[in-house]
């Protein structure tokens, strides 16, 4: 009996892409692309909850959100989660949150997108961030780029350049 519930229980977990390699593929550069390539897409707009203990100002992240809705992009609401274990992503959610190892020497943030294995869309999406990343030109419009479903593109003054003093704030090929 123990196992027959055991195995029912399996078939109800939700079907998430979350194996780690398929995010370092994700994130790999278009180096050959004519333009940038996106991914994965969500099937509604996503709110954004940004945790606290992320000291990331709500107003910066309406700012970042600002670019991508002048270039078509919808999202819900943008809220602070004041609670300290707010870690992890509901679905249909992008959160905000202060990671909680490091990123690595090089980094300034990086994004978990968390797609369905039936549909192939984003079901949720995290970006961890510093609060002093946060505060420097592009980098958190650059990781909504990410959660959006975007990979890097490797062209100069881009949005979605992987290496941030060549990037910028050229849309070319993101426009919904």
Not at 26 to 43: E, G, H, L, N, R
Not at 79 to 86: A, K, P, Q, V
Request: proline share 5%; aromatic share 14%.
């Amino acid at each position: 009996m123990a196992f027959l519930l055991l195995l029912l229980f399996a078939f109800q977990s939700p079907n998430i892409a979350i194996e780690q390699n398929q995010y370092i593929n994700f994130f790999k550069v278009s180096k050959f692309s004519s333009k940038p390539i996106q991914k994965y897409k969500w099937a509604n707009p996503p709110k954004i909850r940004v945790c606290e203990t992320a000291e990331v100002p709500l107003s910066r992240v309406r700012r970042a959100v600002d670019y991508w809705e002048r270039i078509g992009y919808e999202f819900g609401e943008i809220y602070l989660d004041r609670f300290s274990f707010c870690m992890n992503a509901k679905d249909n959610e992008i959160a905000i949150v202060l990671p909680s190892q490091g990123l690595g020497d090089d980094k300034m943030a990086a994004t978990r997108v968390y797609t369905s294995k039936l549909t192939g869309e984003i079901i949720k999406a995290k970006i961890f961030i510093y609060p002093r990343s946060a505060r420097k030109e592009r980098v958190l419009e650059h990781e909504l780029g990410h959660a959006l479903g975007w990979q890097h593109y490797n062209h100069r003054n881009h949005m979605m350049h992987p290496n941030w003093w060549r990037g910028g704030y050229d849309s070319y090929g993101l426009r919904k």
